[in-house]
């Protein structure tokens, strides 16, 4: 080679033996030519490729036009997925179209090695981290087998026809189906040489047809037949006729009855299988299981629908036992004679002890804490370590060493495209490898990976093995209470009991039952039994307590997006009281505490509603079963939309009362609602959602039956939101602000008044039952003492004569949400025009040049009028950096830039990805912080609360509701929020401080 830079770069490469044997196959190929025309720093890049991976080289042989790719530059930043897919999209489509099948996984293969060879040059050169390697093979085996479905589906319905399988009403429709990920393809987590854990899932059983199903359609298969067809049509494709045509390697001994099972099943029959079969090991399997090719919401309901067997609620801790027990048969069966400690994978202190320890934690705590669900074990050990199941140094201890044994691992793999976990035993080849690892010599190589491993068998002992450390702290309670009520006071007061003497009396109760009841052996010994759990969730005294059931209080969990579920009680004392109140509702306290001790988790839910939301709280004791049939059934693990609750509600169409049957449901949904909320089973604005999609489907369906009572045909008008309904914000307690606009040929508007008056009724009126929300229309043109109904044109009229600022700025928070929703885009384009100052929609009465400075000073005299004297410290809503400095400025910005976002948050984010808004990730971030606070002040008494307690008592529960450890932490950490969105707010309105 005549560059003088590679006699330069090959001496300090980690073999240089090997890179100029390696360079002088390049010579006489037409790679040779970029080879002489590389600097100095792609030199060193190739030839760190050439010393780490002769595969590599190989193909870089073969394909000299990849060379070019390989620069700094180009490996600095990994590709993702979309830029994947956007390349397969330039040449699949064609080859599917014109059925050139075999072509695919020919192109495929050679775009899978390009891509191996790049991601593999930025692993060695370290430009990229152990997490954004194992993503890019991911993505990268992603798409090629999604490609691969698309090749094999057009294939064989183009030979067969179409799967269809009848829905519950007995229509034909398309049967969808889906290929799931598990092991380490599934997390996200793939190796250059690893076998792809592969499920084949399809919706229902039915039959494929050539043309669409009919009177004279005759069936070609059956669903089972085409499906089966088709996962061997793809594993041949995948696997190839010889090693060197293979994508991947395939492994399906993971699928329900492993090799003797069939290869693909429908929803049920994996439902199914679960519920009767499944094992531990099954568990942790699907775990990482993921929907990488096919149908998208298929593979979404898989995982909604084992979900519960996957996170069980509640599962005993002898699961820790069997997995300890698997690592045994693993290092005895599994692993050869001899390579123990030198197989980074399955041998001592190794990957898979790393990966058994997050997904046993997992097991046992992610059915009762969501947050900890999740397929990739480095974000799991950070969830672990923040719900204080690992230490941080635990954690910080387990994350090094997965990533030190996975760079091990990797270099291993890339160096023959072969499947090995096992340091190899030639000290030249180990001492290549070391400095592969970028060590000066393999003394410290080895040292640091005993290191490593040392501490992942010393954390695996502690966790998985028990016995073999010391044992977990325990309740010590009383067996009884006569003689030993000093006993029982301490334990009271110790966990803050404010009223011990009634505390005492309610827990004896509790176990004993009241005087005039008599209460079984039985009975009394299932209370007992449930104390520890009750004890488990009261404030703890102090240094009590294992890790792994205490608790991070140490700071708010808001930053994380909700309070931990494992937070301590507010109020003891309550929560004790309301459980003797549902005891007494639920009537039967044998098969109670039966139900209870059987599920402990539906105790410990109720525990928590009791503490958590005083309104709820009273709803499940006037309905005792609705928690229990809420668990049982799954629903908690639901999210609806408002489509889906319509249909819910239209199936009570055909009832005489229809107030009755509007709150004989909303109350159910409530709680459901509330459940998934305070147990985080939503998302941190899910909530939020889901509560407007409620009030939405409540509008649309008290519409209906209006319509019905008069016999209309169609909505004689469209239900405009504003506020939080039309920003889909609405929170517990919320009124529900809408106008009602009618076409400007409509006539009688007295009478469409008149129907009007009769939904809000629906909704608003006040009966033995309670009411569903409040509506509240004076947000219409003229207020009160306008006409509840005007046509488009009126509206328009009065908003640009007649309106305030103040009611054009409401204009950026419109939403149709039931009745004519065709007229509502009407209305919604004319709010387009009046809310754009940006360009200035003439005549428009209450627009002026200052229009921004005037906003400002409305905020500022809300402040001072709305804010209760003295309280602004409390205000979170209307004092100095509260709710409403944010929500002015996202109603601003839309006014400045002639959006229409009606939602705050996506406003304020809107503005940020614009550049528009200064210090937004500080105002967007305090905001919500602040919001969520204001969710759960209104979760606790489903009225619009915005001002915090004054009372100290009330105050530290809110500060424990919050996450907070005392009301002092809270009151700071609020302090800090609500100036960060007060300077953000000054530096947006261009105002000083």
């Known amino acids: 080679m005549k560059n003088p830079v590679w006699s330069k770069v090959i001496p300090a490469c980690p073999d240089p033996a090997r890179a100029r044997q390696m360079l002088e196959l390049f010579e006489g190929t037409p790679g040779v030519e970029v080879l002489e025309a590389a600097d100095e720093d792609q030199a060193g890049l190739l030839a760190l490729l050439f010393c780490g991976s002769r595969i590599s080289t190989s193909l870089l042989i073969a394909h000299p036009e990849w060379l070019g790719a390989l620069t700094r530059d180009a490996l600095r930043h990994p590709r993702r997925k979309s830029g994947l897919k956007q390349e397969l999209a330039s040449w699949l489509p064609g080859l599917l179209e014109a059925g050139d099948y075999s072509a695919v996984p020919r192109r495929l ?12 040059l930025r692993d060695l050169s370290h430009a990229a981290e152990v997490p954004e390697i194992i993503l890019e093979i991911s993505d990268l085996a992603d798409v090629c087998l999604d490609a691969i479905w698309q090749n094999c589906w057009r294939q064989l319905t183009r030979r067969y026809g179409t799967p269809y399988h009848r829905d519950p009403q007995g229509k034909w429709r398309p049967t969808a189906a889906c290929v799931l990920g598990l092991g380490k393809l599934g997390g996200q987590e793939l190796n250059y040489s690893s076998d792809v854990d592969l499920m084949f899932v399809y919706d229902d059983e039915g039959e494929v047809f050539a043309q669409r199903p009919g009177k004279t359609a005759r069936p070609v298969l059956s669903n089972h037949q085409f499906f089966t067809r088709l996962a061997e049509a793809f594993i041949a494709q995948v696997s190839g006729a010889r090693q060197e045509e293979a994508l991947y390697r395939i492994d399906l001994r993971l699928r329900p009855e492993g090799n003797g099972g069939p290869l693909a099943r429908s929803l049920a029959s994996y439902e199914n299988y679960y519920a009767q079969w499944g094992q531990t090991w099954e568990r942790m399997m699907l775990i990482k299981g993921r929907g990488v090719a096919g149908d998208v919401a298929l593979a979404s309901e898989f995982l909604e629908m084992i979900q519960p067997f996957r996170f069980p609620r509640s599962i005993n801790e002898g699961v820790l036992r069997e997995v300890a027990a698997m690592k045994d048969r693993i290092e005895q069966e599994v692993v050869k004679s001899g390579e123990l400690e030198r197989n980074v994978k399955l041998g001592r202190g190794g990957i898979r002890e790393v990966e058994f320890i997050v997904q046993s934690l997992q097991v046992l705590h992610a059915g009762k804490q969501p947050f900890l669900q999740g397929g990739q074990t480095l974000p ?28 091990v691992e990797h270099r291993l793999q890339m160096e023959e495209n072969r499947q090995t976990h096992t340091l190899p035993d030639e000290r030249a080849s180990l001492e290549r490898l070391a400095r592969l690892m970028r060590f000066p010599n393999l003394r410290l190589f080895e040292q640091e990976r005993r290191r490593h491993t040392d501490n992942v068998r010393r954390i695996f002992e502690r966790l998985l093995r028990p016995e073999h450390g010391p044992e977990a702290q325990r309740f010590a309670f009383p067996r009884q209470f006569d003689g030993a009520e000093a006993e029982w006071t301490r334990l009271l007061t110790e966990h803050r009991f404010r009223d011990v003497p009634k505390a005492l009396r309610v827990l004896r109760e509790f176990v004993e039952g009241p005087g005039y009841v008599h209460v079984s052996s039985r009975t009394r010994e299932l209370a007992l039994g449930l104390l520890p ?28 997006g909700r309070p931990s579920v494992e937070a301590p009680l507010s109020d003891p004392d309550r929560v004790l009281t309301r459980l003797d109140s549902f005891i007494a509702a639920y009537g039967a306290r044998a098969t109670l505490f039966e139900l209870w001790h059987s599920n402990p988790a539906i105790f410990e839910l109720l525990v928590l509603l009791f503490d958590r939301s005083e309104f709820l709280a009273e709803l499940a004791i006037r309905s005792p079963d609705l928690v229990d049939e809420l668990v049982t059934s799954g629903r908690l693990r639901q999210r609806k939309t408002a489509a889906e609750t319509l249909k819910d509600l239209r199936y009570g169409a055909d009832d005489k009362d229809q107030h009755l049957w509007l709150r004989r449901y909303h109350p159910a949904e409530l709680m459901r609602i509330g459940l998934r909320d305070i147990l985080g089973l939503a998302d941190f604005e899910q909530y939020l959602t889901e509560l407007s999609a409620l009030a939405d489907a409540c509008l649309q369906y008290a519409l209906e039956v209006v319509m019905r009572r008069h016999q209309l045909r169609r909505p004689p008008f469209v239900i405009v939101g504003l506020g939080k309904l039309g920003g889909a914000e609405i929170d517990y307690g919320s009124d529900l602000d809408i106008i009602f606009v009618a076409d400007d040929r409509t006539k009688g508007l007295d009478r469409l008044g008149r129907l009007a008056l009769e939904v809000m009724d629906l909704l608003s009126a006040r009966t033995p039952q309670g009411m569903l929300f409040k509506t509240d229309a004076r947000l219409r043109p003229d207020g009160e003492k306008g006409q509840l109904v005007n046509s488009l044109r009126a509206h328009e009229e009065y908003y640009r004569h007649r309106a305030g600022l103040w009611e054009i700025q409401s204009l950026t928070r419109t939403r149709p949400v039931a009745g004519d929703l065709k007229l509502g885009e009407r209305f919604q384009q004319m709010v387009a025009r009046l809310t754009n100052f940006q360009h200035p929609s003439a005549p428009l009465a209450a627009y002026s040049p200052d229009w921004k400075l005037k906003i400002h000073q409305m905020r500022l005299r809300i402040e001072k009028e709305r804010t209760p004297r003295g309280k602004d410290e409390l205000a979170i809503k209307t004092g100095a950096g509260g709710l409403m400095d944010a929500e002015f400025v996202a109603q601003a910005l839309c006014l400045e830039n002639g959006w229409q976002e009606a939602n705050t948050l996506r406003a304020l984010e809107r503005g940020r990805a614009a550049g528009l808004l200064p210090d937004a990730d500080q105002l967007i971030e305090n905001y919500r912080r602040i919001r969520r606070i204001e969710g759960i002040l209104r979760r606790w008494s489903y009225e619009g609360e915005s001002v915090l307690p004054d009372d100290p008592a009330p105050y530290y529960r809110v500060s424990v509701r919050c996450g907070f450890p005392t009301p002092e932490a809270f009151r700071q950490a609020l302090a800090e929020y609500r100036a960060a969105i007060r300077n953000a707010y000054h530096r947006f309105f261009g105002v000083k401080s």
């Open 533 to 560: 759990r009750f004890f488990a969730l009261c404030p703890a005294p102090a240094g009590s307590g294992p890790p792994s059931r205490r608790p991070n209080r140490s700071s708010s969990n808001l930053d994380g």
């Open 380 to 407: 799991g050990l950070a969830k672990l370590a923040q719900y204080e199941l690992l230490t941080p140094a635990e954690a910080d201890a387990l994350a090094a060493a997965y990533c030190f044994l996975r760079k």
């Open 109 to 120: 293969r050679e775009f899978q090695q390009r891509e191996l060879v790049r991601i593999a």
